[in-house]
T-cell receptor, first 111, second 113 residues
Framework: QKEVEQDPGPLSVPEGAIVSLNCTYS??????FMWYRQYSRKGPELLMY????GNKEDGRFTAQVDKSSKYISLFIRDSQPSDSATYLC???????????FGTGTSLTVIP | NAGVMQNPRHLVRRRGQEARLRCSPM?????VYWYRQLPEEGLKFMVY????????ESGMPKERFSAEFPKEGPSILRIQQVVRGDSAAYFC???????????FGNGTRLTVT
């Protein structure tokens, strides 16, 4: 079983739609949770960073962590064509040395 | 403030040659990570270094691969005697503190012919 599971998609939505991206994990020691956006031929870009359960909002993006279910989500409101990219979830332990990444979900927002 | 700088962006090597990938972390960042990315497989951890020290190299193959982060200069990921299976995108990331979110460079795409 992988440490982090993420549906690869692809996901295709019309402009203006609400997008929901999700990851599940198996390691209950994970404390820090991140979402990255990666455009083709570029490095991952940090979008959201959360610690512990709950919601965090930043503009059109909301990150949600449910530690009891080992489930994290990223919501994108009013999606734009420029949001078309691959979205990666990442997480690590408080005492860990490495960050564990999901395989990424490919999103296309159609104008 | 410049981001994480990786060079070269593209590197072509023939089987048996050596590949050297360089990474300059963001200013003020002393923690450096190397990850490898293959299609459909996501980012795989290779090694974590903190100025002159290798903290965790559990993700790096024991043979042919080595990494360093000297007191002065960039971090180097070195692959000796490359094979076709080494073809991938190699990403470097840095952070100011342990467990701080990683900031990535744009990667080096290694092709072994």
């Amino acid at each position: 079983q992988k440490e982090v599971e993420q549906d690869p998609g692809p996901l295709s939505v019309p402009e203006g739609a609400i997008v929901s991206l999700n990851c599940t994990y198996s390691n209950s020691a994970f404390q820090y949770f991140m979402w990255y956006r990666q455009y083709s031929r570029k490095g991952p870009e940090l979008l959201m960073y959360t610690y512990s359960s709950g919601n965090k909002e930043d503009g059109r993006f909301t990150a949600q962590v449910d530690k009891s279910s080992k489930y994290i989500s990223l919501f994108i409101r009013d999606s734009q064509p420029s949001d078309s990219a691959t979205y990666l979830c990442a997480m690590n332990e408080n005492t860990g040395n490495q960050f564990y990444f999901g395989t990424g979900t490919s999103l296309t927002v159609i104008p | 403030n410049a981001g994480v700088m990786q060079n070269p962006r593209h590197l072509v090597r023939r089987r048996g040659q050596e590949a050297r990938l360089r990474c300059s972390p963001m200013k003020g960042h002393s923690h450096v990570y190397w990850y490898r990315q293959l299609p459909e497989e996501g980012l795989k951890f290779m090694v974590y270094l903190q100025k002159e020290n290798i903290i965790d190299e559990s993700g790096m193959p024991k043979e042919r691969f080595s990494a360093e982060f000297p007191k002065e200069g960039p971090s180097i990921l070195r692959i000796q005697q490359v094979v076709r299976g080494d073809s991938a995108a190699y990403f470097c990331a840095s952070s100011p503190l342990r467990n701080s979110p990683l900031h990535f460079g744009n990667g080096t795409r290694l092709t072994v012919t």
